[in-house]
């Protein structure tokens, strides 16, 4: 399968604990972004690379989400002390250019106790 | 303003019906458009992109329409498996693409 690919697909985790999601994108695409969706929501950006370079990340992201691609492959996503209005579906996209289409993995989704 | 609005729906047609959608943006500069479908639970796939002079892929029409700002989706001949949330995607003025909220179709027998 040559397509996006998102670690975990599903995880639960109790309130001020940490979780860390991994996004591997397509092969040759160098650029990387991570959105959120809840239920009724279209995908709400979080971030973005080009390569290994962090180009943008959302106002909106407390101080408590993190995310690298450090050899511009693949890319984590961190959130500490995590909280219940965090629960919602992470989801990975790459695109092989700026401003072309954008393929997504499944998604983890996470919910928190 | 939200940088890229669409209804939300649901719109509720009938096999064989013909629906429209309709998605504003805000940033003039735009230069890529997209729809995306999502169904539900699962991550938004490419339906089209949307080219200036319009485009067409079967069933589906996509239009943009610049000095309006806006971009449409046409689906005629409505099938059962076309039901689905359609998502309006457009680039911002930091080259992120950024999703619409969705619109929800249902298509019933």
């Known amino acids: 399968d040559t397509g996006v690919s998102q670690d975990p697909r599903h995880k639960i985790t109790k309130r001020g604990q940490n979780v860390t999601f991994r996004c591997d994108p397509i092969s040759e695409h160098n650029r990387l972004y991570w959105y959120r969706q809840t239920l009724g929501q279209g995908p709400e950006f979080l971030t973005y690379?080009?390569?290994?370079?962090?180009?943008?990340k959302s106002r909106l992201l407390s101080n408590r989400f993190s995310a690298e691609r450090p050899k511009g492959s693949f890319s984590t996503l961190e959130i500490q002390r995590t909280e219940q209005g965090d629960s919602a579906m992470y989801l990975c996209?790459?695109?092989?250019?700026?401003?072309?289409?954008?393929?997504f993995g499944q998604g983890t989704r996470l919910t928190v106790v | 303003r939200k940088e890229v609005e669409q209804d939300p729906g649901p719109f509720n047609v009938p096999e064989g019906a013909t629906v429209a959608f309709n998605c504003t943006y805000s940033n003039s500069a735009s230069q890529s458009f997209f729809w995306y479908r999502q169904d539900c639970r699962k991550e938004p796939k490419l339906l089209m992109s949307v080219y200036s002079s319009g485009n067409e892929d079967g069933r589906f029409t996509a239009q943009l329409n610049r000095a309006s700002q806006y971009i449409s989706l046409l689906i005629r001949d409505s099938k059962l498996s076309d039901s689905a949330t359609y998502l309006c995607?457009?680039?911002?003025?930091?080259?992120?693409?950024?999703f619409g909220t969705g619109t929800r179709l249902q298509v019933f027998p």
């Open positions: 996209a790459s695109s092989l250019a700026q401003v072309t289409e954008a393929f």
């Open positions: 995607v457009v680039d911002s003025r930091t080259d992120k693409l950024i």
């Open positions: 690379f080009q390569n290994e370079a962090q180009l943008e």
